[in-house]
């Protein structure tokens, strides 16, 4: 299996504009998880789907951000006005059960200027 | 509200000694513990899990013990290697996941 695939790997916007984050979990996988990565605040968990229906996203930093999965093998993030405080990595994780080890994928390096 | 610390922000060692690196939580009651492993410019990597009624995990060099009355978990890291230079988080499951901060481990040959 190729892993958790996350594209793109690097994006460079400007203040104002929309970002899309997009992932591909691992085959088989009915959990995804979206975090967000920053040196201030660490690693924190933003949402997650289970089957491509959200659980939990009260991680979502505000209504600028929002997430789907329209399928199971399919998910975006996106943030509609970006700003540069939400210049991070983001990573995208997979796993299957409710104990089971996360998968990440390479994350994606946003920058806003 | 729930908080995860680690030991430190960053640790140095000399290779061939045991690295221990700390967990503490509070305001929590996991299920299960997980310690990841992080390189720079990758996503985290699974290293081991614990369950809360396990005391202690090994795998190779690297041992994990949990305490829930301390509410603290240790991660060993014995015979250690400049390879095993990495950022390590500890991850908690129980209402929500949660990542501690990560404490960056430097092994010095």
């Known amino acids: 299996d190729a892993g958790v695939i996350q594209s793109p790997r690097h994006e460079v916007t400007e203040m104002g504009q929309e970002v899309t984050l997009r992932c591909k979990p691992i085959?088989?996988?009915?959990?995804l998880f979206w975090y967000r990565q920053t040196m201030m605040r660490g690693l924190e968990l933003l949402i997650y789907f289970n089957n491509n229906v959200p659980i939990d996203d009260s991680g979502m930093p505000e209504d600028r951000f929002s997430a789907k999965m329209p399928n199971a093998s399919f998910s975006t993030l996106k943030i509609q006005p970006s700003e540069p405080r939400d210049s991070a990595v983001y990573f995208c994780?997979?796993?299957?059960?409710?104990?089971?080890?996360?998968?990440f994928g390479p994350g994606t390096r946003l920058t806003v200027l | 509200s729930q908080k995860i610390e680690q030991n430190s922000e960053a640790l140095n060692i000399q290779e061939g000694k045991t690295a221990t690196l700390t967990c503490n939580y509070t305001n929590y009651s996991p299920a299960y513990l997980q310690w990841y492993r992080q390189d720079p410019g990758r996503g985290p990597v699974f290293l081991l899990l614990i369950r809360e009624n396990e005391k202690e995990k090994r795998k190779e060099r690297l041992k994990v013990t949990f305490d829930t009355t301390l509410k603290q978990s240790l991660f060993h890291i014995t015979a250690s290697q400049p390879a095993d230079s990495a950022t390590y988080l500890c991850?908690?499951?129980?209402?929500?996941?949660?990542f501690g901060p990560g404490t960056r481990l430097s092994v010095l040959p």
């Open positions: 991850a908690l499951d129980g209402q929500n996941f949660v």
């Open positions: 085959s088989g996988h009915d959990y």
């Open positions: 994780a997979s796993r299957t059960g409710r104990t089971d080890t996360q998968y």
